[in-house]
DNA sequence: CAGTGTGAAGCGCTTCACAGCT
DNA sequence: AGCTGTGAAGCGCTTCACACTG
């Protein structure tokens, strides 16, 4: 519905409702978008062009209602149902986040491992059964798969990312060293860990000179 | 030296680099920035810009020595020297982090781990002992440590980034899912892996309409 | 009066287009 | 001719400022 919304906007929604679940835990009931601004590192007039791309949520002269925009902003952001996410690449990081417990605790459910490698297939992790890459689209399917992790290594990557794409997967989240480009109808988000050291590191030789708490 | 550089060109001279790695490993010689444009996802008028921030790096009428302008990138990003780093954090991330060949590979080296859990401590990983939290200012300089990695619970992540920051650790690559801010003169980057794939699933509840092969 | 919603101004990044080397 | 380096134009995001409302 919504024009055209940066996708800076976005990110910063997913920060608004981590926030928004804090202030609801913590009894808060009614917020400004100022506090809002001041606990998501932005500010109120931020908040609130992010939030007019949407609609109307708030009430002029009181505020947000704390509960009532958190549940907008997940309806917004499709996290009201739960995500069935695969995990592709059963190495050390993929091990790793087959068991990490963000993903459950924030509605994303593990539901399937694959690996290429004969001698890992049929192992299990933390109750999955590891399963031969093959059998990505049949599992996709049935599983009901929405969104794959890629934890292979840089070669495989773009491979990987074409196979899940015609397993009908619609999202990829890749944390292979190398930049994947799309397939049609995809949307992939890239987290090169190492490219971030790197960017670090451009900061840490600027340094002396100009480093001031810059942020990413 | 750059008067204004903006961030995203700092990530993409990582891609160039990266770009110009395999080019260097395939016996490319000489290459045009419209060409280094399309392997890394952008085009020749954006790598031209970009480099322009640094300094004149082409031939007109020829190109970029590949060995050259690489080795020129190198030295922006402070890639030449290498960089230790410590992972904080020695739960299923953090362990996975230790273990992770891409890191050794560009030149990022991980000489300490630190946990605060006295079950975990006096253990080894791979090779390296879990430190209790006290240590980290001892072992920063003496380890010379130029980056931490922290894979940390949510609710510990400032705290520890405070702790970082005193131990005089000038940059942080935040795994927790929670944005933290930066100490004075301390760099961060935030890779909250729960809220990429909140990006994700806005992207996925959009589908149907305008889902068509984007980025991040 | 306090605080939202929003058109408009401001600003920074990207793209264009072309002069200038080779 | 081919391709870089770069001022200037274009464009999109952020910030401002204020009308509007409870």
Redesign the pocket.
Known sequence: MPS??????IR?LCRYQQVLAQLEQDGVET??????GRLAA?????V?????YF??????????KVSELRAQLRAILGLERGRNVAIIGAGNLGSALVGYPGFEMRGFHVVAVFDNDPAKVGRRLRGLRILPLTRLTEVAATKDIAIAILAVPEFAAQIVADRVAEAGIRAILNFAPRHIHAPPGVVVCNVDMTSQLEFLSYFLTQGETELEAEEC
Not at 48 to 52: A, E, F, G, N, P
């Open positions: 055209k919304v940066p996708q800076a906007a910063r917020v400004s978008s100022a506090d809002i932005t500010n109120g007039a931020q609130r062009k992010d939030l007019s609609g109307d949520f708030g009430r002029r002269g009181l505020g947000y």
